[in-house]
């Protein structure tokens, strides 16, 4: 990858874990919608807030006005603002999109938008090097309440050679 449009959900985990680094490494570019970005970033009490706020200043995140295209999609049911936002703007660049939430990876399949969860980033971060293991990462995301399914865990846990922590 050189280019991934990221939803605000991976950038939250990201951002909080100070990974947004990794993130980089594995991906390239991070572009991020302003919707995603104001999302990420309106309550600057929030853990991640700084974070982000201080990765755009450095130029690590690629902030741009939403794309046209998400008119164009207009309203899709139980996708959000930013959700919808990401997607038209990953539609745009023909580029991956960074997004964990199901139903919007399905609409993004719908789309032929290839998707990337942040899972997959951390194992691919693995496969270089770049970490030493993804189990401690997820079970921290999670403890926070950040949602990945149990069988997308192990499963990713299983292609890593890990076993959960626990």
Known sequence: MTVIVADSGPLIAFARSHRLELLRQVAGSIVVPATVYAECTH???KPGTAALIEARAAGL???REDSAASARLGTLPALGAGEIAA????LELGCPLLMDERLGRRVAALHKVPVVGSAGILLAAKDRGLIAEIAPILAT???WGYFLSPLLVED??????????G
Request: hydrophobic share 50%.
């Open 43 to 45: 309550q600057t009490e």
């Open 61 to 63: 995140l690629d902030v």
């Open 87 to 90: 997607l038209a703007m990953a």
């Open 141 to 143: 995301w999670r403890a």
């Open 156 to 165: 990713v846990l299983r292609r890593a050679g890990e076993r959960p922590e």
